[in-house]
């Protein structure tokens, strides 16, 4: 037999393996779930970072490839929110609501775009919407009380921060706030104790600060 046929008759096959092997390694396209699930969690990591620009166009990205997915539709319309577009923010948020009524971010987020434009019964239901669905959610909880002490309900207020200061006990920021409201109504030992009790948790002079300069008008 010719040597140059029996080197024909190995390299076939070994070609063959070489073409099988490659197509084993090549990268498997991504479902249209998939894709939308990789550009959410790129806009999660960008907002982290601060770079909500970037991070908008990520979510549109994601809701491009997965027009359902509504935890996308509530990011983008938080960062619309931020940016002031509130039109464009209540249009995505309405359909993240559409798309899961269960989604308390969506109601909280939504919550903030009626408060910050005045509509203080409608963000009270947002927000007790959000908080129904997720009773962790502290944000929730403390825009409520923000609204309650807009509304002259300082009481109603300080319920709610104290459930947000046994989901998060360790928060300098919400004792200072408490303290402040008990200040306000005039309850200067209660407002002495969170007062004390925010310095001893925090050196950010943000806390420090306002927390001392309370602490010597209240002594």
Same mark, same amino acid.
């Given at each position: 037999?010719?040597?140059?046929?029996?080197l024909?008759?190995?390299?076939?096959?070994?070609?063959?393996?070489?073409?099988?092997?490659?197509?084993?390694?090549?990268?498997?396209?991504?479902?249209?779930?998939?894709?939308?699930?990789?550009?959410?969690?790129?806009?999660?990591?960008?907002?982290?970072?601060?770079?909500?620009?970037?991070?908008?166009?990520?979510?549109?990205?994601?809701?491009?490839?997965?027009?359902?997915?509504?935890?996308?539709?509530?990011?983008?319309?938080?960062?619309?929110?931020?940016?002031?577009?509130?039109?464009?923010?209540?249009a995505?948020?309405?359909?993240a609501?559409?798309?899961?009524?269960?989604?308390?971010?969506?109601?909280?987020? #939504? &919550?903030?775009?009626? *408060?910050?434009? =005045?509509?203080?019964?409608? @963000?009270?239901? +947002?927000?007790?919407? %959000?908080?129904? /669905?997720?009773?962790?959610?502290?944000?929730?909880?403390?825009?409520?009380?923000?609204?309650?002490?807009?509304?002259?309900?300082?009481?109603a207020?300080?319920?709610?921060?104290?459930?947000?200061?046994?989901?998060?006990?360790g928060?300098?920021?919400?004792?200072?706030? #408490? &303290?402040r409201?008990? *200040?306000?109504? =005039?309850?200067?030992?209660? @407002?002495?104790? +969170?007062?004390?009790? %925010?310095?001893? /948790?925090?050196?950010?002079?943000?806390?420090?600060?306002?927390?001392?300069?309370?602490?010597?008008?209240?002594?």
């Open positions: 037999m010719r040597m140059d046929h029996v024909n008759s190995l390299r076939l096959p070994l070609v063959l393996a070489v073409v099988l092997a490659a197509g084993a390694c090549s990268p498997r396209a991504l479902s249209t779930e998939e894709e939308a699930v990789l550009r959410f969690d790129e806009g999660l990591q960008l907002e982290e970072k601060g770079n909500l620009e970037k991070a908008h166009a990520a979510y549109t990205e994601a809701v491009r490839a997965d027009p359902r997915m509504a935890d996308a539709y509530a990011r983008r319309g938080y960062i619309y929110f931020i940016y002031g577009n509130h039109i464009a923010a209540m995505d948020l309405n359909r609501i559409d798309l899961d009524p269960s989604l308390a971010a969506a109601f909280n987020y #939504r &919550g903030e775009t009626f *408060a910050e434009n =005045g509509l203080h019964d409608d @963000a009270l239901l +947002d927000y007790s919407k %959000a908080i129904q /669905l997720d009773p962790e959610l502290v944000e929730a909880r403390l825009n409520r009380a923000g609204v309650y002490i807009e509304t002259g309900e300082p009481e207020a300080i319920e709610d921060i104290t459930s947000a200061i046994e989901l998060r006990p928060s300098p920021n919400l004792y200072l706030t #408490r &303290g409201i008990y *200040a306000a109504l =005039g309850q200067a030992a209660r @407002a002495v104790a +969170d007062l004390e009790q %925010a310095l001893s /948790l925090t050196q950010d002079e943000a806390v420090v600060v306002p927390a001392r300069q309370l602490l010597i008008l209240l002594q």
